[in-house]
């Protein structure tokens, strides 16, 4: 699913998809896509042998609610969610599908709310951190709370030593839009 110090490509609204596909990546992330795209980029990730997982939080005409959860598994064929909504994670976990906890990084309160949240629910496969700065600075912290999940740096990461940066203090990956990283 998310190999270790890798950079997984995220593609926003489909722009770089050929990249994302043609590289080593074994997953593609989408982001600012809709329910009228996501079956057609789905289907061509699917055929370079690719994992398909969406942030749903901003998947336009959608509704995360158990119905939608389920037409994204079952009719849009998608892999995974990546989701700062609990009760999405929950279903879709119950569905079989990857599910990755969306944790931004805004202050002290967020982390601290975070770590409630994610104490009460093992329904993720992984936490996207983000901003990549945010993440790099409190790794240590956020590893306290979420000891056995991958965790990947993602935000505003443009360069390689960026990367190197994220992984050196033991990220497991790293996602980014930035193709010339991918």
């Avoid at 931004?104 to 104490?119: E, H, I, W, Y």
């Avoid at 993720?124 to 790794?139: D, G, K, R, T």
């Avoid at 740096?153 to 990956?173: D, F, N, P, R, W």
């Amino acid at each position: 699913m998310f190999e270790k110090q890798m950079v997984i490509p995220s593609s926003i609204a489909g722009r770089h998809l050929n990249d994302a596909m043609n590289g080593s990546a074994k997953t593609v992330l989408l982001s600012g896509v809709s329910i009228g795209n996501l079956q057609d980029f789905v289907s061509a990730i699917h055929k370079h042998a690719k994992l398909a997982i969406a942030h749903i939080d901003i998947l336009g005409g959608f509704k995360a609610d158990n119905t939608g959860i389920e037409l994204l598994k079952n009719l849009y064929k998608l892999d995974g969610v990546l989701t700062s909504n609990v009760q999405a994670l929950v279903h879709a976990k119950q569905l079989g599908m990857i599910t990755v906890f969306r944790l931004p990084l805004l202050d002290s309160l967020s982390l601290s709310k975070a770590k409630g949240t994610l104490k009460n629910t093992k329904d993720y496969n992984a936490v996207q951190i983000l901003p990549a700065i945010c993440a790099i600075a409190e790794f240590h912290r956020v590893r306290r709370f979420i000891i056995d999940k991958p965790l990947i740096a993602s935000g505003l990461i443009e360069t390689k030593e960026q990367v190197k940066m994220a992984l050196s203090v033991g990220y497991h990956s790293v996602a980014t839009s930035h193709v010339e990283l991918w």
